[in-house]
């Protein structure tokens, strides 16, 4: 099981448009270098999470296809509010257990639900839609470099081939 990096997003603040690039640091403890919650500037940044739920969030390009396939709603990946959209791997399947990304080791939190807050950032109705496929909330165990194209394994399975 392995899939890889698609696209990387930033947002410097809560509600700012969400900025693609090619790399990242990413930051054990803390998230990705320059984004709203490595910052402190997120919309739920006030309530912090000890099990470093915000340093890190995935959405599947799958995912997003399906919602125009099934919904017609075009949600475009930055659009979606998760710093990674990935190719090719079941997200869910990442939750409580560490994978990588690339030299990156992370560990996956829980499921990252869609909210009232994304529907009034993109002003497209994707809650109900997005229910059980919000992608998920990872924290950065190990830091280092992200990459668009950085393949994704399980802990263990980085050098078996996809």
Not at 51 to 75: K, N, S, V
Not at 112 to 138: D, M, W, Y
Request: glycine share 14%; proline share 6%; net charge neutral.
């Amino acid at each position: 099981m392995t899939g890889r990096v698609e696209a990387i997003y930033i947002s410097p603040a809560a509600g700012a448009p969400m900025a693609a690039v090619a790399a990242v640091e990413a930051i054990a403890g803390s998230g990705l270098a320059g984004d709203r919650y490595q910052t402190g500037a997120g919309y739920y940044s006030a309530r912090p999470r000890a099990d470093g739920g915000r340093e890190l969030t995935l959405i599947e390009a799958e995912t997003l296809a399906a919602l125009a396939d099934e919904y017609g709603i075009a949600l475009p990946a930055g659009a979606s509010r998760r710093n990674l959209t990935t190719r090719g791997i079941r997200l869910t399947e990442l939750i409580g257990r560490r994978f990588t990304i690339g030299a990156v080791v992370c560990e996956g939190v829980d499921h990252c639900p869609p909210c009232q807050h994304l529907v009034e950032v993109t002003g497209r109705p994707v809650l109900a839609p997005l229910v059980g496929r919000g992608g998920i909330r990872a924290r950065i165990v190990a830091g280092g470099w992200l990459r668009a194209g950085d393949l994704i394994a399980p802990a263990g399975d980085a050098e078996r081939p996809g």
